[in-house]
């Protein structure tokens, strides 16, 4: 797979190339710390490769990533043709060979983690530029919504979360196609994007297609919408939770979460059981935490998973955590600790 022509500085980017190109200079002007030295994670399908011929000619170096997971025959001499074409842009190219290990997760989120580990060691402290169009994103929020999720979740992929930038969240997948065709580049067919085994394919293969037939038109663009006005809400509703103090010893005072409005607390209560250990924290877990603060009658304490320091000698790697009200305060106890809350 190379550029048949090779893109050049001054190339002729037109129409949808153009929009890519556009898209990845407006990237780069809004967050000036992502600088003049990036990486591109790199697949060799069209959105990848689209978004490698714009950040060569927007960015000073580029260097793209492309990761081999190994999981399908001739992965490795699709990952060379990858490094091949970025080479043709004008950018350098490494090959980054992963090991999926099955962790129960499913294939789709083990692939995920080890695309991430490696991508996160190779890029050296640069910046990593990812493919995810409108599509992805319209994907994402669909996923939320129907797995019940609250507006952290639904407010989508954001463009720059360092070291991650998301340069084309604002452009449709049918425009990376276009502009490859249009610039002359070679793209590759991942198999896995057409497996309906995957839950993601059939999203894009037979429910927003459903969506756009029966709602006429737009859902993609009204789903990305979406994520952006709930971008602008969850950050202030975050901001409001981050200025709740913990106490030195951890604990949070009742008589500062009884005043909140059940938005708020539920943030503050998130971060809080976060930052004890409880790395997910269930709609169930927060639901009941609130309770003790806005619906106290003496009850026990909540079993909320995870392992963490606690508060009775230090929780080891089986210890239970338990978040109670006790004396005006809710604390996170390991499963030895005991005694009523008042």
């Not at 080890?114 to 994103?137: E, F, I, S």
């Not at 340069?167 to 610039?183: E, F, W």
């Not at 002359?184 to 057409?194: A, F, R």
Request: with cysteine; glycine share 12%; aromatic share 4%.
């Amino acid at each position: 797979m190379a550029a048949a022509d090779p893109v050049r500085p001054g190339g002729d980017w037109t129409g949808p190339a153009w929009a890519v190109r556009a898209a990845v200079r407006a990237f780069r002007r809004a967050h000036p710390e992502v600088g003049d030295d990036v990486c591109v994670a790199l697949s060799g399908g069209a959105d990848s490769l689209a978004l490698t011929a714009a950040a060569a000619v927007e960015f000073a170096v580029v260097t793209a990533l492309v990761v081999d997971h190994g999981l399908q025959e001739g992965s490795d001499a699709a990952a060379r043709d990858a490094a091949a074409a970025a080479r043709g842009l004008g950018a350098s190219a490494e090959v980054l060979v992963v090991v999926v290990d099955s962790d129960g997760s499913g294939p789709e989120a083990a692939a995920r983690t080890a695309r991430y580990t490696a991508l996160d060691t190779a890029r050296r402290g640069r910046p990593v530029l990812l493919a995810h169009t409108l599509d992805d994103q319209a994907e994402t929020v669909l996923l939320g919504l129907g797995r019940g999720s609250g507006a952290h979740s639904l407010r989508g992929m954001a463009a720059w979360d360092a070291p991650w930038g998301r340069p084309l969240l604002g452009v449709r997948a049918v425009d990376t196609r276009d502009a490859c065709r249009d610039l002359g580049l070679e793209v590759w067919n991942d198999p896995h994007n057409t497996d309906s085994s995957f839950t993601r394919v059939r999203l894009r293969h037979e429910v927003l297609p459903l969506l756009e037939d029966v709602l006429g038109g737009g859902v993609a663009e009204g789903l990305a919408r979406t994520a952006t006005l709930l971008g602008v809400d969850d950050d202030e509703l975050d901001r409001l939770a981050r200025a709740v103090p913990v106490g030195p010893d951890g604990a949070l005072e009742v008589s500062r979460l009884e005043p909140l409005p059940a938005a708020v607390l539920t943030r503050v209560l998130r971060h809080w059981l976060r930052d004890r250990g409880i790395t997910s924290p269930t709609y169930a877990h927060l639901t009941a935490v609130a309770a003790l603060v806005t619906d106290w009658r003496g009850q026990g304490g909540v079993a909320v998973g995870g392992t963490g320091p606690g508060d009775a000698g230090g929780a080891g790697p089986s210890a239970r955590l338990v978040a109670r009200r006790r004396r005006g305060k809710v604390v996170v106890e390991n499963d030895r600790a005991s005694g009523a809350g008042t």
